[in-house]
């Protein structure tokens, strides 16, 4: 009995944040930009491709996500609106949607609201200075999806610039500890489970 109220309390009960402690640092004009919009949007737009092929891709992809996503988001427009958001925002931001959902799936569990002890809050864990640095310094604006997402993409893009690709340093510049093999590790390992069939 006791362990059954245990197991309860762990899946109901609010769980700690992962995030570590984004560095401030001077943003490039094209961030800077890339940041302010997603506070003006209220919705991403809606994806258009070339060919039918590259469609088709994209609701496969859709399908998958939102069944292996079902357990975390039981809401089915929630977890759409979701998957395609992320997947626009990652890739806006040239971006692998798997690397996303895996840094999304360590730093907040899939947890909208959640908030660190750094301060850092939803999906991906952004840190407020962020919002300093682009405009109005309200830092409730991070629990927007959009928002949130396409902060932690363009955030990411900037750091794998910065590293000049390198995955493992860019992800330990977004956790604030770049140089330590855990939270690279821990995002990479979480990554496998949102491959596609075939993905390496």
Not at 82 to 99: D, H, I, N
Not at 126 to 152: C, E, Y
Request: charged share 20%.
């Amino acid at each position: 009995m006791l362990s059954g109220l245990a197991g309860w309390a762990s899946a109901v009960l609010p769980q700690p944040a992962h995030a570590g402690a984004q560095v401030e640092e001077p943003l490039a004009d094209a961030v800077r930009t890339a940041l302010s919009a997603a506070v003006a949007n209220s919705a991403p737009p809606k994806p258009h491709f070339d060919n039918i092929e590259a469609r088709l891709a994209y609701l496969r992809w859709l399908g998958t996500m939102s069944e292996r996503l079902k357990p975390r988001k039981t809401e089915a427009q929630t977890r759409i609106e979701f998957l395609e958001t992320l997947w626009y925002e990652s890739k806006r931001a040239g971006l692998e949607p798997s690397l996303v959902l895996g840094l999304v799936q360590v730093e907040s569990g899939f947890r909208k609201y959640v908030i660190s002890s750094a301060g850092a809050r939803g999906y991906m864990q952004v840190m407020p200075f962020w919002m300093n640095a682009i405009g109005d310094g309200k830092a409730s604006r991070l629990f927007h999806m959009q928002t949130n997402l396409r902060f932690g993409c363009v955030i990411l893009r900037h750091y794998l610039d910065r590293e000049r690709g390198d995955v493992f340093l860019a992800l330990g510049r977004y956790n604030g500890s770049r140089g330590r093999p855990e939270y690279p590790r821990a995002v990479l390992a979480s990554r496998q489970q949102w491959l596609m069939p075939g993905d390496t």
